[in-house]
């Protein structure tokens, strides 16, 4: 009868242990070369069947490399727990060796995760650049929903967790087959939440403007309290400034607002991010985008048109870009100059794009640089007068009633789409053909 009990006291901790098997550490980005990266395993001291680890790129969302660990034991290295280290053969602690000229190791180029596996089961699966889905199509940590940029780029940097799985992420020396710079490997510890105000905003005048904070985290899932406040522009009422979201009415002329959101924990840690909110007067455009070419690899363009009857000048028009639902670039990617006559269209294009395409184009700009999943937006002198795809979406756009019809397709504006004040709304229903 004892030895019954041992065995299952053994299998009850063997258990234990695989649950919690994790992606502790992750040098992917050398400056231009791979002989130093590695992926570090932890967890506590045992041992581990059938451990895989795949390598996924999310712009196909499969495994491009599956890395086969068999069983492996981890001895009591640190408090219990121990370190398990895959990486090329100048790694420090290296315990599975990889050829980078053989599996084109780690990739670099959002999104791209690791996952990893025992016993057949998907135990943890980390997005180290971008957000993407496990292979069982479950959402992966991101490491970046901490509030940090986890790019690392320097010699001697890696990212790696300050705690147990669901803790933050940190950059920091990097430490293969040993315990992570500043790291308790313990479930006691409080983490401080990471307040995310959401992308800056572009609105009219007299709008109703939603301040959403609903996508600030906290490790230890523990926010207790939101608190909005203005810092700058004109002075506005906010319906509820203690809520995740909020809303206010925007000012009758144009302003530009400033606020900062705080989100404090049970232990009164916090942390704080701003928004800003360009508030603008209607603009009367006479240009708007007549056609939308997202093809395979470069071949993409843009087609303006001109509505007026006359000829107008395009000084004043910007085109900016909205990479995966975070909102208008900084810059413009491309500033309009010219004329164009009444009734013709102007043709931007992808540098690289088709012959077929490049014959009709009238300029190439980095414009095109989008996917489907990317906004396209007209702006006149600021304003944002038309615009292809959802700027707060990373999403693949639907169009006319076509599910992810804006990936690899052409979109044409229907003949009876004429220009409005301000913005002509988001490409789709009937707008689009």
Request: aromatic letters at 8%; proline letters at 4%.
């Amino acid at each position: 009868m004892k030895w019954r009990i041992a065995v299952v006291l053994t299998l009850v901790l063997m258990v234990a242990a695989h649950a919690q098997l994790i992606i502790n550490e992750i040098d992917y980005d050398q400056p231009g070369t791979d002989d130093y990266e590695f992926i570090e395993l932890a967890g506590p001291a045992g041992t581990y069947n059938n451990v895989v680890v795949d390598l996924i790129n999310g712009n196909g969302g499969s495994s491009y490399t599956t890395i086969t660990l068999g069983n492996i034991t981890l001895t009591d290295e640190t408090g219990g727990y121990g370190f398990y280290v895959i990486g090329v053969s100048a790694v420090t602690n290296v315990d599975h060796t990889m050829d980078p000229g053989t599996y084109g190791w780690i990739q670099n180029g959002a999104p791209d995760g690791v996952q990893l596996m025992v016993d057949g089961s998907i135990v943890d699966g980390v997005a180290y650049e971008g957000a993407l889905n496990d292979l069982d199509g479950n959402p992966m940590e991101d490491v970046d929903s901490f509030g940090d940029d986890m790019w690392e780029g320097d010699e001697n940097q890696s990212i790696g967790r300050l705690g147990l799985d669901g803790s933050p992420w940190a950059v920091s020396t990097h430490t293969p087959g040993a315990i992570n710079t500043d790291q308790v490997l313990s479930s006691d510890v409080n983490y401080p939440p990471s307040a995310e105000a959401g992308p800056n905003q572009l609105v009219q005048i007299n709008e109703t403007v939603t301040l959403d904070g609903s996508e600030s985290s906290d490790p230890n899932d523990d926010i207790a309290s939101y608190q909005w406040t203005q810092f700058s522009g004109v002075s506005v009422t906010l319906a509820d400034a203690s809520a995740a979201t909020t809303t206010f009415t925007a000012p009758g002329s144009n302003a530009d607002l400033a606020f900062e959101l705080t989100v404090t924990d049970s232990e009164s840690e916090s942390d704080k991010d701003t928004v800003l909110i360009t508030v603008r007067e209607p603009q009367d455009t006479k240009l708007i985008f007549s056609e939308y070419i997202e093809g395979s690899s470069n071949n993409k363009a843009l087609e303006l048109y001109n509505v007026d009857e006359n000829e107008i000048s395009m000084s004043g028009y910007e085109i900016y870009l909205a990479g995966n639902g975070e909102g208008w670039n900084a810059d413009p990617s491309l500033e309009l100059s010219g004329t164009l006559a009444a009734g013709e269209v102007y043709v931007i294009a992808n540098a690289n794009a088709s012959t077929a395409i490049l014959d009709v184009s009238d300029i190439t700009s980095t414009a095109t640089y989008y996917n489907g999943n990317d906004a396209v937006g007209l702006f006149l002198n600021g304003v944002l007068v038309d615009v292809i795809g959802d700027p707060t979406s990373s999403s693949t756009f639907d169009v006319a009633g076509i599910s992810g019809a804006a990936a690899e397709h052409t979109l044409i504006r229907k003949p009876h789409i004429e220009r409005r004040k301000y913005r002509l709304g988001l490409l789709g229903g009937d707008q689009c053909g």
